[in-house]
């Protein structure tokens, strides 16, 4: 049984540009949350994605947004980078919105750096 | 409104116990969860307890839960070296879809 799977592992961008970052869930889960660890702070929940569909969101502006496919891998995007979208992404995935905690399989992440 | 509140740093010996506390507001949390993340790394689930628990042993862990006071603590028994890492306390509610985290306390263990 595979884990989460993210990438890239690290990532620098330009301020202005645009970033996809991939999520291949944990076989059999068809839920994926995404999650913005600032330096130094807690995981900041972005949104969760449940059957392809958006289940719920975060306080992150529109330029966050995100897909997930039929195979329930996710993307999370970005537009417009700003210097404080610098942080580590994860991932997690589970079965079903109501997942027992023990559930709940986070990726190692997504280090992105804008400058 | 959800917030989660921890001290940033504690520093043991080995072998000796560690403590780590967390303050939370939401009154409707279900489960309150200890994860724990090593430089570089995601997180990984330590325990966790359901809210009407008030305390949980796992093996050198212990959980304690004051609902009353909306206070969770970890103790780590015979704390070592690779116990080193940032612990984070999170939150959940039963109809929430997602967790709120502490800003991680950051556990440093002295040999």
């Known amino acids: 049984e595979t884990g989460v799977t993210q990438s890239p592992t690290h990532l620098i961008k330009t301020r202005g540009q645009q970033v996809t970052l991939r999520c291949s869930s944990q076989?059999?889960?068809?839920?994926v949350s995404w999650y913005q660890q600032a330096l130094g702070q807690g995981p900041q929940f972005i949104f969760q994605?449940?059957?392809?569909?958006?289940?719920g969101r975060g306080n992150f502006p529109p330029r966050f947004s995100g897909l997930q496919f039929p195979n329930y891998s996710s993307e999370l995007n970005v537009n417009a980078l700003e210097l404080d979208d610098s942080a580590l992404y994860l991932c997690a995935s589970s079965l079903g919105v109501g997942a027992l905690p023990s559930g709940y399989t986070f990726g190692s992440g997504t280090r992105l750096t804008v400058v | 409104g959800e917030d989660v509140e921890q001290s940033l740093f504690l520093s043991v010996r080995e072998g000796d116990s560690s403590v780590i506390n967390c303050t939370y507001t939401d009154s409707s949390s279900t489960y309150l969860y200890w994860y724990k993340q090593e430089p570089g790394a995601g997180l990984q689930l330590l325990t966790y307890?359901?809210?009407?628990?008030d305390m949980k042993q796992d093996q050198r862990l212990t959980v304690l839960l004051n609902k009353k006071d909306k206070h969770l603590s970890l103790r780590i028994a015979d704390t070592q070296t690779g116990d080193s890492a940032i612990y984070f306390c999170?939150?959940?509610?039963?109809?929430?879809?997602?967790?709120?985290f502490g800003s991680g306390t950051r556990l440093l263990v002295r040999p």
């Open positions: 307890i359901f809210s009407n628990m």
């Open positions: 999170a939150e959940k509610g039963d109809s929430s879809y997602k967790l709120i």
């Open positions: 994605y449940y059957r392809e569909e958006e289940n």
């Open positions: 076989s059999g889960h068809n839920t």
